[in-house]
């Protein structure tokens, strides 16, 4: 047995367990579970049908890897796989995947606070943040960097670009370009995400052009064929590009402006 598992922790014969790993008081690691090194998982922590990389802090009473909430999941075994550097709160519940994927899929560096919920098959990048009770249904994609503010609700096969924020309360029921904002019920766009941009290092010309990008989607009135082709001239920067492939491909539909919002008041928020 590691001197680093409680002597009450329940650890089942498959899992993995790295020497550097730690495993608390009470916590049960499951079926099928890897925790590499550095990883934690405090007292009461329930962690199967899990690979975890490094370095990962699961706190007290949180439960990782456990079964989808879907009643088509019939038992099949399927996983939840998570990099490194991540921390999941007390209470937070982040599932395994279904037969629809075989997978729940987390990146690294982050942080999912008290009582937050990431449901079947989702794909999160890193550094997403969740706060406090903001919820994911099954199947929803989240790029790198994005902020859900408290009780968030995401509508299952909802796609969240990169850098966007989602301010507390939103119900998000279509789909998030990158680098926007938007909040409410249900939610509508408010801005771009400029704080969010700079911070990530984006070149003041990409920041203009996305801040255009934003103006000819959503505020011109142009159909999205129009938008996007008026977009796609010239050499645009990859970050109007993937905008742009965001709306394109868009199967919900994609979160707009509330009715009548002014240009600049929208753009600069």
């Given at each position: 047995m590691n001197a680093?598992?409680?002597?009450?922790?329940?650890?089942?014969?498959?899992?993995?367990?790295d020497p550097a790993a730690v495993v608390g008081p009470f916590a049960v690691v499951g079926p099928k579970t890897v925790l590499g090194p550095g990883c934690v998982v405090g007292a009461h922590g329930v962690v199967e049908y899990a690979v975890l990389g490094r370095d990962n802090r699961i706190h007290p009473n949180a439960f990782v890897?456990?079964?989808?909430?879907?009643?088509?999941y019939a038992g099949e075994e399927t996983l939840l796989v998570m990099g490194d550097n991540n921390i999941v709160r007390e209470g937070a519940t982040l599932n395994r995947g279904t037969a629809a994927s075989g997978k729940t899929v987390i990146g690294s560096n982050c942080l999912f606070m008290t009582n937050t919920h990431v449901a079947h098959d989702c794909r999160l990048g890193s550094g997403v943040i969740m706060a406090n009770l903001a919820t994911l249904a099954g199947h929803v994609e989240v790029g790198?960097?994005?902020?859900?503010?408290?009780?968030?609700?995401?509508?299952?096969?909802?796609?969240?670009?990169?850098?966007?924020?989602?301010?507390?309360?939103?119900?998000?029921?279509?789909?998030?370009?990158?680098?926007?904002?938007?909040?409410?019920?249900?939610?509508?766009?408010?801005?771009?995400?400029?704080?969010?941009?700079?911070?990530?290092?984006?070149?003041?010309?990409?920041?203009?052009?996305?801040?255009?990008?934003?103006?000819?989607?959503?505020?011109?009135?142009?159909?999205?064929?129009?938008?996007?082709?008026?977009?796609?001239?010239?050499?645009?920067?990859?970050?109007?590009?993937?905008?742009?492939?965001?709306?394109?491909?868009?199967?919900?539909?994609?979160?707009?402006?509330?009715?009548?919002?002014?240009?600049?008041?929208?753009?600069?928020?």
């Open positions: 680093n598992i409680h002597p009450s922790a329940v650890v089942d014969t498959t899992a993995e367990i890897g456990t079964p989808p909430q879907d009643l088509k790198d960097f994005s902020v859900f503010g408290g009780f968030v609700g995401v509508h299952q096969f909802v796609r969240i670009g990169r850098y966007c924020m989602m301010g507390a309360g939103s119900k998000v029921g279509k789909d998030m370009p990158s680098f926007c904002m938007c909040q409410g019920d249900r939610a509508t766009l408010r801005g771009l995400n400029l704080i969010g941009m700079r911070r990530a290092g984006l070149h003041r010309d990409v920041v203009s052009a996305v801040k255009e990008a934003y103006r000819t989607l959503f505020l011109s009135g142009l159909r999205v064929e129009e938008a996007a082709a008026k977009l796609k001239t010239g050499s645009p920067p990859p970050e109007v590009l993937e905008m742009v492939a965001q709306v394109e491909t868009s199967k919900r539909g994609v979160t707009r402006p509330p009715t009548g919002a002014p240009v600049e008041e929208e753009v600069t928020l």
